[in-house]
């Protein structure tokens, strides 16, 4: 019986021992490659799951995507680029970075090739070098701009008509204007009104308002000119390029056709036209005496004459507008149009785009600079800032209303002629202008310096400047 009791016992708590929870293992087992997969444990992890995803990594990958901006080197341009327009566009685009890169002239088409070479093209540029429009877009530098404009819907009407043509080729929009002005007599009022001397006109139009009306000028405000304390000379022929002393007289020194290909077979240095201005140019020193021989430039002013009244008419290009635009502070001046010399007198004209180059690393963003540049309101900013002229209709009259010594309607009419009546400046519209207005130069100093006659200097000057053209349209053949 005892034994059967204790055997009873031994059961019971054998049956308790199975029922009851085992002891959790002091080390978890090691699960199998589809036990990780599934296993809670791991998906509770948060910090380990959560990591290889922070939000940080992603910022970094999108880092603004930086554009080069070069520019031309000139302290007021410049510290409104960097201090004002950059900024401004930056906030409004963050993913977009400017690098600003300003140079002279002189020193820009060497950066402009050397970035080109590296394979770090400028995204966006001007003509601001000795090359222009044409020869870059000869040598396939330019992005055409209209599939940007088209896709955008960009509203092009409201720039000037026959500036925006400028630099479309082909119906490809190759540039988008930053300014326009073209060739002008800007004269001294006060001057004028001391010796009696009507004040020349504003309309293009007025065929009275001759080359010999024009000297007659000349005479009237060439005074005292052997003293040069109180002397001051009526007249100053400041062309450039020198072929606005042709177009004076209905012609330039290539072929009209030449302008929209870039290339000339032939030059027309001893047309009529040309031989016409040049001999105006060399009378002018040497035969009438209207502007400073080379041994009185200097006493007269040199090239501040006109700002200190010591030339009553001086013409030059639309950069008058900005050089001489703070002058009423010191007399009043105006500004009117080109004597007329012959049949298809012309003014050349001075357009100014923003470009973009092919090679652009970064296209798009390029684009939205571009646009940003060519809004109404940087436009404004960009005109009031240089006082240069605008090229969209609405700014027109703002920009009009400016000048405290010329009605609006007087800077209109002057201005507006001048692009009807112009033709855009072979710097921009000739290949290798450069090497061209160097061979030309080389020799004309014998005519200002009224060393040799005029044509004879010119017959020599056709000659090898023909070469020059041969050789220029050979090497781009090839």
Known sequence: MRKNILLILLVGILVLGACSPAPEPTQPPVPTEAEVVEDPVVEDEPVEVEEPVEVEETEVAQEPVEITWLVRANEVENAWEAEVAIPKFEAENPNIKVNLIYLPGADFDTKLQSMIAGGTPPDVFSHWGSSGFRDYLTRDLLADLTPFIEKDEFDTSDFVTDILDIYTVDEKVMGIPILSGGTYMFYNKDLLDYYG??????????????????????????????????????????????????????????????????????????????????????????????????????????????????????????????????????????????????????????????????????????????????????????????????????????????????????????????????????????????????????????????????????????????????????????
């Open 197 to 478: 001397v009507q004040y020349p006109t504003t309309d293009w139009n007025d065929t009275s308002w001759t080359v010999d009306a024009y000297l007659e000028k000349c005479g009237e405000l060439t005074q005292n000119i052997e003293d040069p304390d109180l002397g001051t000379f009526g007249c100053h022929l400041g062309f450039w390029p020198a072929d606005g002393l042709a177009w004076l007289y209905g012609g330039g020194y290539y072929p009209e056709d030449a302008f929209e290909t870039g290339f000339a077979e032939e030059s027309l240095m001893t047309s009529d036209a040309v031989v016409n201005g040049w001999q105006l140019r060399q009378d002018m020193v040497w035969k009438y005496h209207y502007m400073p021989q080379p041994a009185e430039v200097e006493a007269f002013g040199g090239t501040s004459g006109f700002k200190n009244s010591k030339i009553g008419l001086y013409i030059t290009g639309a950069w008058g507008w900005w050089q001489f635009g703070d002058l009423d502070e010191q007399f009043n001046w105006g500004v009117a149009a080109l004597p007329y010399g012959a049949e298809g007198r012309k003014g050349l004209v001075f357009t100014d785009p923003w470009m973009m180059s092919k090679g652009s690393n970064h296209p798009d963003e390029a684009w939205e600079f571009i646009k940003f540049l060519s809004s109404p309101a940087i436009q404004q900013e960009w005109m009031e800032l240089t006082g240069a002229p605008p090229v969209r209709n609405s700014l027109l009259n703002v920009w009009a209303e400016s000048f405290s010594t010329m009605t609006p309607d007087e800077v209109m009419e002057v201005y507006l002629g001048s692009l009807e009546h112009g033709i855009e400046s072979p710097n921009h519209l000739m290949v290798r202008f450069d090497q061209l207005d160097s061979t030309i130069g080389a020799k004309t100093s014998q005519i200002t310096n009224n060393e040799r006659p005029a044509l004879e200097v010119l017959e020599e000057i056709q000659v090898e400047l023909n070469a020059v053209l041969k050789q220029i349209k050979a090497e781009y053949a090839n």
